[in-house]
Structure formats: C-alpha cells, structure tokens
C-alpha cells in the first residue's frame, strides 16, 4: 500500500471546505485526498499452559508489553485499547509492529488488527446512532471487534479493526465504503495497453471492478494508427476512496507488466520512401526492422529503449525531408521515355517524376541538389546519344485506322515487336492499349528507338514491321462488341480451344482496358497451309472462334440491372471503411458490379446505386446492402461493434505473423482493430474484433477458417542422406517445389544433419514424407555404376543433337548416363549409374549405335528434280514412309538416312547414310517412285472456281486425302488464278478412279437458290447478322459462290453520309434527316445468289423468310440518317443484345443500322423505309435517348 499512499500524498484536493461540511454523499471528483492512514498488528491471545501464581497485572510492562516493542514503543499511550487508543500516523510493516513473546509456554493465534484513520475530508456526515449501528452490524457479521476514536481538532476519525485476517478485510471496506464520500479519480494510460486492462470479454477488468466494488471507464483511442504508440487514455474510477485506489493499483499493475516491452513503428513519408535504405539493425534492448513494402519501421525491445530509438528515426527523417529538393526541366515529351529512372535512382539516388498528361513536357528530379545535378547531366547525355524513328501504320489498307489499330495491339500483345526489337538491338513502341482501343484515334505511330550507331538496324525493325502489317489485311479481322465486361474473365478460357486450332489470335481489349467491349479476331496463316486460304477459309476460322463465345452469350441473357435508391449519406455503409465491406461484398462474386453513386446509364446520381449481374448474384447482394443499411439505423455505434471468438492457442504464432505482419494485413483487409489475448493459459485464446459490423463478421469467419487450418498443420523430419538430397531436390529445386506445390507444405533441408522437414497439413505431409522415402528407397536400389569405352567417332551420335539420343536411352533404361572428359582422341569413356538392369539395357543401345557407325555406308543418287517432291510428299510423308518400310524407325535418323536438295537448290543428288542394309531399301524404293512418275500422265478436269475449295478441305486434308487414296498428284489452281481447270497427275487407272471421286465431291450441296437483287442484299444481310441467325437457328448455312467477295462487301458498306445530314455540335445534340431523293429499285436488276444448304424443310423455311423479306424491303423507298453528337447514347438505343434496337425496328417497320466503333462515320445511324415508317422511328429513337 506504500506506493498508493505516496500517489495520494503527491495529489491535490479537488473539493472545496464548503462540500466538506456538506451532507451530501454524491460522487466527488478529486486527483487524489489525504490516505487513509492504516496499521496492523499480529494480537497474541495469552493462554496458561502451567499455573504460575495470581495473574500479572495490565500494568505490568513485561507480561504485557506494548504494542510495536522495544523503544519505539515509548511515543505511543500506554492505552493501547478502545477508543482513546492512539494509531501511528505512518504505516507500520506487520515484522515491525509484531510484540516479544512474554511467556515460553504460549500459543499464538490467528487474529490481527488493523489500524487506519478516515480524514474528515472524505469522511460522510452521520448520526452518532447510524455510526454506532453500522459498527455493530460489521462486528456481528464478521465476528471482529472495532475501537474507534475522533479527533476533537482534526475531526479525523480513527479505527483498531481486530479479528481473523479474512474477516477484518472485509470489515474495513465496508467500513470506508458507508462512512466515506463516492470519490472520482482520473489518470491517463499509454492507448496500446487499453485491451490488456480490459482483457478478453473483461477477464481482467471485471475482476477488479468486483473486488473493489467500483466503476471504472476508460476511453477509446480515436487518432491514427501511427500515433497510437504514444497517445494516451483517460481512465475513470468511480466508489469509495480505498476501493478507488486499490483499482488504480491493480490497473497501473497490468500496464506496467504489458509495456515493459514495448513495439513502435514509424511510416516513412511516401515521398521519402526512395531515399531510406534497409534500417535493419538489433542490440541487447531494441530491434529494428524495416521499412517494409508499406513504408513502415518496426521497432521492438524494451519501453524507453523503443521510445527513444523512434524519436531518433523521426528526427532524421525530419532532417532529411527538409535536404530534399525539387529540380524541375522541360524536356521534350518524346525524350522522356528514354530517361532511365531506375538507374538515376541506383546511381544518383535521384527520383524522377514524369508528368502524366502527354502534353506536358516538365520532369521533377527530387533528391539532394547535388545527387539531382549529376542525375540531371546523366539523362541529357544518354538522350543525346538516342536515334528515333516513326512508323505511322495507319496508312496501311487504305489508310484504315480502325485496322492499323487491331494491328499494332496484335504486334504488341502477340509479341512480334518484342521479338522484332530484340533480334535488331532497338526499342520499338506502340500507343497503350487503352488508346489502341480508343476510336477516335487518327494515327498509329509504331516508334523506333535506338542509338546513333544502330541506325541500320532501325531501318532493318523498320522493314521488319512494314512486312508483319502488310501480311495482316481487313478482311482477315473481325471485331466482337456484345460481351458484357462483367464476363471478361471468361473470355479467355471460352476461345482458347477454337483459337489454337483454328490459328485465330485473340486481343481482348475488354480485359486490357477499362473503357472497350471489343474483342478483337485476327485470322493468320496455319503452318500446314500451302497456300493462302480462301476468304471463306477465313470467315469459317473467325466465325467458329467467335461461336466459341455462345455460352457466355448464354450467361448473359441471365444479367439483371438493379438500380436502388438510397440517399447518398448512407451509401457509407454499403462502401464501408475504405471501401473494405463493398470488396468483401463482391469477394466470390465475380460476375456482379456495384456503383455507388450511379444511375441506370452510368451518369453520376449521388442517391442511386447502381448492380449488374446474374439474377442470384444481384438478388444476393441486394439483400445484403438492407441488411447493412438495417444493422447501420438500429445499432447505435456500427463502427464500434465488438465480437470475442476463441481461437486454438496452437495457431496464434500464424495467426500473428512475424511482428505482426498477419495481424496487421487482416486489420487492413477488413480495416477493424483486432486484439489477441496474451500469455493465454489454456487451449484456446480469445481474439476480440472491433469495428464495422459486416466487417466484424466477415473478418471474424476469416480467422476462425485460418485457425482450423493452421491447427491441422504438422511438422515430421525424415531422415534423407546426404548424398540422395540433390535427387530429392531436382534440377533447380524443381522435384522439391513440386512437392510444395502439389501438397501445399514446407520443405527444409538442414544443413548440418541428415534432417529433412516437412510442414503442412497433415494429409499433405503424409504424402510428401511416403513420396520422399519412396524417392530414397529408389536411389538406395538405383546406385549401381559401370564404365564403357565407345570411339570418338561415335560419340556424337551417341550424345544426339542437343543431347537427344544419349536423353532418350536415360529415360528408356532409368540410369543416369554421363561421358566422361578425355585426352585420347580416339576413345572415350560413357560412366553408366542406376539399377543392374537399367545398365546392362544402356549398354547394349549405346554398342548398337556403335556397331552401326561401324557398319555404315554412304550412296549418292542422281534423280531430275522435278521428282523431289515426289519423293518427299506433302510434309514429308512420302518420305517418312520410305525411310520406315526400309527399316529406319528412329525418327531423328531421317535427315542422314534420306537428304533430299531443298527446293531451288541447283544439285540433283540424293544421299543415303547410315547402315547397309537400310541403305539399300531406301535406294531400291526411289528407283521405283522415279520409274512409276516417268510413265505417269496429266489429265485435266473442269471444276467450278467456287468449287475449288471442297478439293482442298480445311488445311489441305481433302487433297492430301485424295493423293494419297489415289496414288496421283492434285493441281488445284491459286485462289487469284481464273482457271477453272483442276489437274490430275499419276496412272491413267488411277487418274480415271480420281476424277469419279473429284466429281461427286464438287456435285452441287444446296437445296435451292434465292436470287437477292444487289440493291436488298445488304438490308437481307443485316451486316452479316441474319447469315449468323440462320446458320444457329436454324442450321442452314449460306453461300454465295463465286460472288462471296461481292456479297462480303455489299453486307460490310456502310451508305455514305451526306454533309447535310451531319448536326451542328455546338447547338445541336442529335438531328434526323430523310433523304428527299427517292429510293428505286436499279434497271439492270442484279443479283446475288443465296445458295441454301440443309434440310430440306430447314431450307424451305428459310427460303420463305428470304422472299418476304425481299418484299417488305422492296417497298422500303425513303432514307434516312440519325446523327449524335455523342455516340455513347447509343447504348441506349441498342439495348441488352439489341433488345431496345430490335423493339424500334419491329415497332416501325424501317430498316436500322447503328454504327460500329470502327466505322469511319460512327455517329450516324443509317435508316431505310417508307417515309411514315422512317418517322416513326425518329420518334422512336428519340423516345429512347430521353430516357433516364
């Protein structure tokens, strides 16, 4: 009790004489009053053992001697008992107030007494009738005795409590509770301790306020996380004034004990986060760490040590911020890119701020002035030794954009520009995807950068790239726009398959940027492909990729717009704290967007939140948005909601993370405080969560999924000798990272035993531990080892190109094969390791090899080489299958075996190499193939150029199919040769077989042709979209032989817009205009054929939808044009896959074409009809665009 005295006496008096003298018992605010001064003694109770004569007077001083002993006891009154006893004013230790022993044959019991005074200060006014009863009542309830005594000057009030010691603390509370005023008492707490004296759900507070009868409040920390450390909390007790202190005790007691240590951290200014190198340093009492990715300094050790260390670190940062300076300079904005940041950093430690706009021309060199000025000279002399170079692109195909912009994101996203410049030694740039994907670019400008000394090798990328655009043409791109973003993630894995196989690369600007819908298809060549594929080729490849995207057009018949209303201040609790809740909110919901703020069109609305998704995934969250908005009007703090849950002792350390990096990245995540109980005795720790409530929650399910995971986590050693650690490691540790991989578990290799440690799940360490011990058995068995001696000359093949061979033989016989360094030129030595088996099999492949060096010949062959290709086949079949049947089965022997001048080549000389007998096959089928195409003839077979394409098949399989089926040579003319005439090469019987075959594969497929005049067919055609609906509706597909081109263009026209037509943007924001010229069919009364082919009822229905539309649009006989002045609204006309467009177009009856993003005029919106049709639709239209 000394130390609570000495806070006492230290305090000063809050209540004025007045409130002394007053009856009033209400709570008093004070600092801190007068103690009540206290004693206790150890009280004999003398009991006669032996009679001894009379008993010894009280007065006398040896059988009796005063209370304290010895000379001490000379100040006090020899009237140690009732109520004229005096109490010593300090407070005396029991040792020191213990008496002599007065007789050897006593025995001591357990009584003491207590001595204390009551200052009038503090002390209630009351009755000599109340005091004498609440007394009486104290004696009677604890079986004690109380001598009590007043000061007639001080009006202090003193007391001698006697009984068991159980029993007089008791007593003596109760006493200063009714005799004394309520008392309030106020002092401060360092913030961090605030949930140590509070404990888990109260475990350490409750005690307290129980056993010292008082309240006790203490504030909540309000600041910043960075000023934690040092802020402090107020903290309040309220009750009688010995309960009040021993409270404060037990309190000051636990933050003592919890900041003995002490972790502090320090967050670098962002703009000084270049310029603070690794602080990682420790001594005996403090630590330090970082800064870390989050620019923060841990410090931890002792208190004063922590305390100290961080106010150094802060200062030098201060002196730092204060050295950094700003150098700014203009330089040219095309300079800018070859200003190397990372380098002046390293270098100079000068940090350099690029401006963001593309016009602004001024760069910011920050660091010290003399770091910044060297930093400055360095860029300038690197950008004077830059040699630039510019490609615009665009005028390419005609001078289209909108294609030189798919074409550069394809040279960028294919990686042709980064293969490109690293075979030149140059940089070469395009516009950011976000631009490539932007319409209203004008220009396509390929950048070329390099050094003066690399000039030539500009012009070679220069060359290089003219080439790779060239061979890209507009009719080998199709653009798709109608999937929702929300799906972006899907597009992917939905055209890999199609894509691969039909040779289709794909550009999803809907995933590279944040603003397109495009999906961009590029058709190239196949590697199979002898000649360039036919447009139709092409338009099959692109169609079967983008048919690949149906089911996601299936998904998105399911999405849902849900736009709620909700005042903007209440939108809080939907975004939550740093916009935490509404990330937890969409977590596993991928496919659903919420905009706070937003209206049905995307514009701003500050009382309206706007959802998109599947209807499951919109229903949910709506229902999760009322249930926040509900928990945010009936809890009466939701930032301050608190939950306790228990969590396994075991996992805490991983729950915690090194300095409470765990901790700190889950307070982040759900942004909530998160105390964890400390020192925890039993199996499980209380973990309490405060913060906004969903939050709360979502965090709470967190941490107790972790800790069940982190509890089923074990630790096994298995015993792995030294020498089998490399076969359990793998090539650059990757048979050990699989491992890790494939069962989510820890590997350690100790270094100094044979320990190998596995952490993880349980299941997954069972598995690594058998996997390992199946490993090491393996080796232990595999150990055998045996030398051979192969000639030099041999030796090559037996390695193979690239290792091939002797790789091979490893894997066939499970041995390690190693060839040993040598001197001798004309043997070396091949050191064999495995099982006896496996060597003994190495040994008898590797000798073969040698026998057959030994037993190799070589033939030269003279054959006209108009017969090479004959002899190789298409892809080297022929060739392939000579080498076999002769017996040659290994397929790396083909090139010696049978070589072949490449075509061009001025030799007529074929050379076999490689064992006799196999030779001498090889030669006798050559002889043979030469003979047999000396005697062949040419026939020649007209076939329909449209037709051409059913004899060469997708990738050339139906002409290889019938070469080969046939046994004849197949001469299909170029797709730009006019000839209709097919030639057959080979035997006159095979020839004649050939034709029949040639004949019924080129017979007529469609049921019935529909002739469209020219003038309907791109209005039939809808821009190739009725096609598409026909061909999945109802499987007819569509061909129009050999004016395909024709038809292609005529779909893909957009009419001309007349300048009349155009609006003026700065009075006008949409105009319609009908054309005043009428609108005829021509004289000349072209067609173009519709050639169906299906079933026939398929076709029959089909046939009948064609000729109706021929007459609705035969008396469509107006035009019209809708021009915008922002095309964004067109979404609003278009709709959810063309809902709202396909409304107006049935409603009134006109022909409509919106624009595509890559049309030149993407602002006007093309009409056809009658004149009261194109009216309608102008209302329409303008019905829609109105809408909010």
Do not use: C
């Not at 962002?270 to 630590?287: D, H, I, R, Y």
């Not at 967007?593 to 609305?605: F, P």
């Not at 061979?805 to 030129?825: M, Q």
Request: hydrophobic share 35%; aromatic share 6%.
């Amino acid at each position: 009790m000394s130390d609570t005295n000495s806070d006492y006496e230290n305090s000063v008096i809050t209540e004025s004489s007045s409130q002394i003298e007053s009856e009033n018992t209400s709570v008093q605010a004070f600092t801190a009053p007068e103690p009540i001064k206290r004693s206790t003694w150890i009280q004999e109770e003398i009991v006669e053992v032996i009679p001894q004569g009379p008993p010894p007077a009280i007065s006398d001083e040896e059988a009796f001697p005063a209370l304290g002993g010895g000379a001490a006891s000379a100040a006090v009154s020899p009237s140690l008992w009732g109520p004229s006893a005096t109490v010593p004013s300090s407070v005396t230790s029991p040792a020191a107030s213990a008496p002599k022993k007065v007789l050897s044959g006593v025995a001591r019991s357990r009584n003491i007494q207590e001595a204390f005074n009551i200052s009038s200060v503090v002390s209630l006014k009351v009755t000599k009738s109340e005091f004498t009863k609440i007394v009486n009542d104290l004696k009677k309830k604890y079986q004690i005795t109380i001598d009590s005594t007043s000061s007639s000057v001080t009006h202090d009030r003193s007391f001698i409590v006697s009984g068991l010691p159980e029993n007089v603390y008791k007593a003596r509370k109760e006493l200063v509770r009714q005799l004394t005023k309520p008392v309030s008492l106020t002092f401060t707490i360092p913030a961090k301790t605030r949930s140590v004296v509070i404990g888990a759900g109260g475990k350490n507070l409750k005690p307290i306020i129980e056993s010292t009868g008082t309240r006790i409040n203490i504030g909540r920390y309000e600041g910043s996380s960075e000023e934690e450390d040092t802020a402090e909390l107020d903290v309040t007790i309220e009750g009688d004034i010995d309960g009040v202190a021993e409270a404060k005790q037990s309190i000051l007691e636990i933050v003592e004990e919890e900041t003995k240590y002490l972790t502090a951290k320090v967050v670098v200014p962002e703009g000084l986060a270049p310029f603070v190198k690794s602080l990682n340093s420790k001594s005996e009492n403090v630590t330090v760490e970082g800064p870390n990715k989050n620019r923060v300094i841990n410090i931890s050790g002792l208190k004063d040590d922590v305390l100290l260390k961080q106010a150094e670190i802060k200062s030098s940062l201060e002196t730092l911020e204060i050295k950094i300076k700003t150098e700014t300079k203009v330089i040219p904005p095309k300079y800018h890119q070859f200003i190397d940041a990372p380098r002046l950093l390293r270098d100079f430690e000068t940090v350099v701020v690029l401006p963001t706009s593309e016009d602004d021309a001024t760069v910011s060199f920050v660091g010290l002035p003399a770091n910044t000025e060297k930093a400055i000279k360095f860029a300038r002399e690197a950008s004077a030794k830059v040699a630039l170079d510019s490609l615009d692109i665009s005028r390419a195909h005609g001078n289209n954009v909108a294609h030189a912009r798919y074409v550069a994101a394809y040279l960028e996203h294919a990686g042709v520009l980064a293969k490109i410049s690293a075979d030149n030694e140059i940089k070469i740039t395009v516009p950011s995807y976000s631009k490539l994907a932007d319409s209203s670019l004008t220009a396509v400008p390929v950048e070329f950068i390099g050094t003066k000394e690399t000039a030539d090798k500009i012009k070679q990328g220069r060359s290089a790239i003219i080439a790779e655009v060239n061979k890209i043409s507009p009719t080998r791109v199709i653009v798709i726009s109608d999937i929702n973003r929300l799906f972006k993630s899907k597009v992917a894995d939905a055209v890999k398959s199609a894509a691969k196989s039909e040779n289709v690369y794909v550009i999803p600007f809907i995933s590279l940027t944040s603003t397109s819908n495009d999906i961009v298809l590029i058709s190239l060549d196949k590697e199979d492909d002898e000649f360039t594929p036919s447009q139709e080729e092409i338009n099959a490849r692109l169609a079967k990729v983008n048919d690949s995207l149906a089911h996601i057009r299936e998904l998105q018949e399911d999405i849902k717009t849900v736009v709620l209303s909700i005042p903007a201040d209440k939108q809080q609790f939907i975004e939550g704290p740093n916009g935490t809740t509404l990330k937890a909110l969409l977590a596993d919901r991928a496919q659903v967007s919420v905009k706070l703020h937003t209206g049905e069109s995307g514009e701003v609305d500050e009382d309206k939140v706007y959802l998109e998704g599947s209807k499951a995934d919109v229903a949910h969250i709506e229902k999760e948005i009322e249930s926040l908005l509900k928990d945010a009007e009936n809890l009466k703090d939701i930032y301050s909601f608190e939950s306790t849950i228990q969590v396994p002792t075991v996992t805490l350390s991983r729950l915690i993370g090194k300095n409470g990096s765990k901790l700190t990245q889950l307070r982040e995540q759900f942004s909530v405080d998160i105390d964890v109980e400390k020192n925890a005795a039993g199996e499980k720790a209380a973990v309490k969560i405060t913060g906004y409530k969903f939050n709360v929650k979502e965090a709470e399910q967190f941490i107790q999924t972790a800790s069940k995971r982190f509890a089923d986590e074990v630790t096994k050693t298995v015993l792995v000798p030294a020498k089998y650690r490399s076969a359990i490691i793998g090539a650059n540790g990757q048979y050990v990272k699989r491992l890790q991989t494939k069962y989510n578990v820890s590997i350690n290799f100790q270094d100094k035993t044979d320990d190998v440690i596995i952490r993880g799940p349980s299941r997954g360490v069972a598995k690594t531990e058998e996997e390992i011990k199946e490993l090491v058995d393996y080796e232990i068995e595999n150990g055998y080892s045996k030398e051979i001696q192969v000639p030099s000359k041999a030796i090559s093949r037996v390695i193979g190109k690239a290792g091939e061979t002797i790789n091979r033989i490893a894997v066939d016989t499970g041995i390690e094969i190693k060839v040993k360094d040598s001197d001798d030129a004309e043997i070396r030595t091949v050191i064999l390791t495995g099982s006896r088996k496996g060597l003994t099999d190495a040994e008898k492949q590797i000798t073969a090899i040698v026998k057959e060096i030994e037993d190799a010949i070589t033939v030269e062959l003279e054959v006209n080489s108009k017969f090479f290709k004959d002899i190789l086949g298409p892809r080297g079949s022929v060739k392939q299958a000579i080498i076999e049947k002769a017996g040659g089965a290994e397929e790396r022997e083909y090139r010696r075996l049978l070589q072949i001048p490449e075509q061009g080549s001025d030799s007529n000389k074929i050379v076999s190499s490689g064992p006799k007998k196999i030779v001498d096959a090889i030669v006798a089928q050559i002889k043979a193939i030469v003979a047999e195409k000396e005697a062949a003839v040419t026939e020649k077979v007209t076939v329909a150029k449209d037709k051409h394409r059913l004899l060469i098949g997708q990738a050339g399989s139906v002409r290889r199919a019938l070469e080969d089926e046939f046994n004849i040579r197949l001469s299909i003319p170029n797709i730009t040769d006019k000839s209709e005439s097919v030639s057959l090469t080979g035997k006159p019987e095979d020839i004649a077989k050939a034709i029949e075959k040639v004949t019924e594969l080129t017979a007529d497929q469609w049921k019935e042709i529909v002739e469209v005049p020219v003038y309907l067919h791109a209005a039939v055609s809808e821009r190739g979209a009725f096609p598409r609906k026909l061909r999945n509706e109802y499987d007819v597909q569509v061909e129009h032989g050999e004016l395909s081109s024709k038809a292609i263009k005529l779909s893909s026209a957009f009419p001309a817009v007349p300048k009349e037509a155009f609006g003026d943007a700065e009075t006008e924001s949409v105009k319609f205009t009908i054309s005043e010229e009428s609108v005829e069919a021509p004289a000349d009364e072209k067609t173009i054929p519709w050639k169906l082919i299906g079933t026939d009822e398929n076709v029959a229905r089909v046939s009948n939808l064609i000729k109706d539309l021929l007459v609705k649009f035969a008396k469509d006989d107006s035009t019209a044009f809708f021009w915008v002045k922002d095309a964004s609204v067109f979404g609003k006309i278009v709709g959810p896959q063309g809902s709202r467009l396909n409304n107006i177009r049935n409603k009134s009856g006109a022909q409509i074409y919106v624009p595509r993003n890559s049309d030149k005029v993407n602002n006007v919106i093309f009409l056809k009809g009658t004149k009261t049709a194109l009216e309608k639709a102008d209302k329409l239209i303008q019905a829609e665009i109105s809408k909010k």
